[in-house]
């Protein structure tokens, strides 16, 4: 251990020394459509965006698959059109078309906003040569130590079996399980929890897709086979709680997400088993 320790502290140090300092992160995302504001707006990951839609040629049920790479809050008919809320769980640039004009969001994940006016003045002291290594030199003695802590690596966890990352069943019943039913967001999270926890399980990618697409999705599953139909119900009647604007009491949230439990057990079951069986 004190070995792996003293190698851990020399790649950081020979890190240190070659490695250039970044540039500052670029902080600022803009949201730009004819339909909304075009000032340039700071909008990070989880940010509620709000969008007041004219209604146009398009009605309220195309909206959640225009807008299918967001998570959305709340959908409902406004005075002029309809009042979108939506947020991004993962960063990027997003556009989406809606009638003739075109939303672009883009969406930050860790930012710091640095204003100033003024110029940086420089010191007028010379600074001192700094301590010079050979980029070669450094390369050679970062790839041997690269190379000792693979080893080190592969040894802790394949040769001694170390225990790996917990099991996607125990995540998610666990960051499931701590929500809060008095949540504005309620069925937001426990959807998305239930969507990690399949992708986990079986590779797949069914975050930011309609209810519809999840299902395609997943019917290339076998496993899944048996389970489709009550996974389609379920997030149906999740889509209806979360779109249609009706109020649900925390016993109703409770006896839905039960539902929900009793459909990760049973996709489990066969990987228990599995398991037991070896």
Known sequence: MKAAKFLCWALALLLILSTPLPAAAQGAASLKSTEIDEESRHIYIGDIITLNIAAGNYFLGDLPERFRDFEIVELKEGPDGYLLSLRALTPGEYSVLVGDKEIVITVASTLDDIKRDEIF??????????????VEVL?????GIFALL????????VLKKKAGLPHPYQVFLQRSGALQTEHDDYFVYVTFYFKEYLECLYHCRIRGKTSAEIIAELQEIAPLAALLADIGKWLSECDR?????????????????????ELAERIDAPMRSSTASV
């Open 121 to 134: 003045a420089g010191g007028e002291q010379v600074m001192a040569a700094g301590l010079y290594f050979s």
């Open 139 to 143: 390369f050679y003695i970062a790839a």
């Open 150 to 157: 693979g080893g080190y690596w592969l040894w802790q966890t």
């Open 241 to 261: 709680m979360k779109f249609t604007g009706m109020q649900i009491s925390s016993g109703q949230k409770q006896q839905h997400y039960t539902k929900l439990l």
